[in-house]
Antibody, heavy 120, light 108 residues
Framework: EVQLVESGGGLVQPGGSLRLSCAAS????????MHWVRQGPGKGLVWVARINPDGRSTSYADSVKGRFTISRDNAKNTLYLQMNSLRAEDTAVYYCARLGSSGWNLFDAWGQGALVTVSS | DIQMTQSPSSLSASVGDRVTITCRAS??????LNWYQHNPGKAPKLLIY???SLQSGVPSRFSGSGSGTDFTLTISSLRPEDFATYYCQQTYSTPTWTFGQGTKVEIK
């Protein structure tokens, strides 16, 4: 069974840092592009970042560029999101998502999310 | 960025009702449109991809249509487990794949 499990969320002060992890099981992580998507309180889903299978190519939403870093350790089947210089508006549930391999751009597996709260 | 606008933002319906949700793109996205179902505290679930293709394992009461800028998700006969929030997503403009703001389907 394909499974994605996020961890590392919590309460952090503005300007602080946090690292999220996404543990993958039931498939070979190294074959897939992976993404992070977030949902702020009372808001919709927003794409945050993506990384290619070997980790050499990344892209970010303008709102997090220069502050967040997506990375992966395929040997550990784990995806990461390093979040620095956190702001109140980064408060959200963060989901990792797998880009399907069908040839169409779609997220065919998601985690249940990790809550990040940025507040003093 | 391409903006995605869903309507309505919320709706109330009864079990057995036919429900239609609309998604409009700010520019043509051809057929690069997905639909997801999301319940609080759970992982979002892919329902429809490429505007009208049903994801494996998704019940046939879900269907999608449209192309260009206007798209529709239809639930032919609402079941209790369908009460959730639904999101459209465009994947035409890489890498910023934007979502609609969501449509919450509530029990009448």
């Amino acid at each position: 069974e394909v499974q994605l499990v996020e961890s590392g969320g919590g309460l952090v002060q503005p300007g602080g840092s946090l690292r999220l992890s996404c543990a993958a099981s039931g498939f070979t992580l190294s074959y897939y592009w992976m993404h992070w998507v977030r949902q702020g309180p009372g808001k919709g889903l927003v794409w945050v970042a993506r990384i290619n299978p070997d980790g050499r190519s990344t892209s970010y939403a303008d709102s997090v560029k220069g502050r967040f870093t997506i990375s992966r350790d395929n040997a550990k089947n784990t995806l990461y999101l390093q979040m620095n210089s956190l702001r109140a508006e980064d408060t959200a549930v963060y989901y990792c998502a797998r880009l399907g391999s069908s040839g169409w751009n779609l997220f065919d597996a998601w985690g249940q999310g990790a809550l990040v709260t940025v507040s003093s | 960025d391409i903006q995605m606008t869903q309507s309505p933002s919320s709706l109330s319906a009864s079990v057995g009702d036919r429900v239609t949700i609309t998604c409009r793109a700010s520019q043509s996205i051809s057929g690069y449109l997905n639909w997801y179902q999301h319940n609080p505290g759970k992982a979002p679930k892919l329902l429809i991809y490429a505007a009208s293709s049903l994801q494996s394992g998704v019940p046939s009461r879900f269907s999608g249509s449209g192309s260009g800028t206007d798209f529709t998700l239809t639930i032919s006969s609402l079941r209790p487990e369908d009460f959730a929030t639904y999101y459209c997503q465009q994947t035409y403009s890489t890498p910023t794949w934007t979502f609609g703001q969501g449509t919450k389907v509530e029990i009448k």
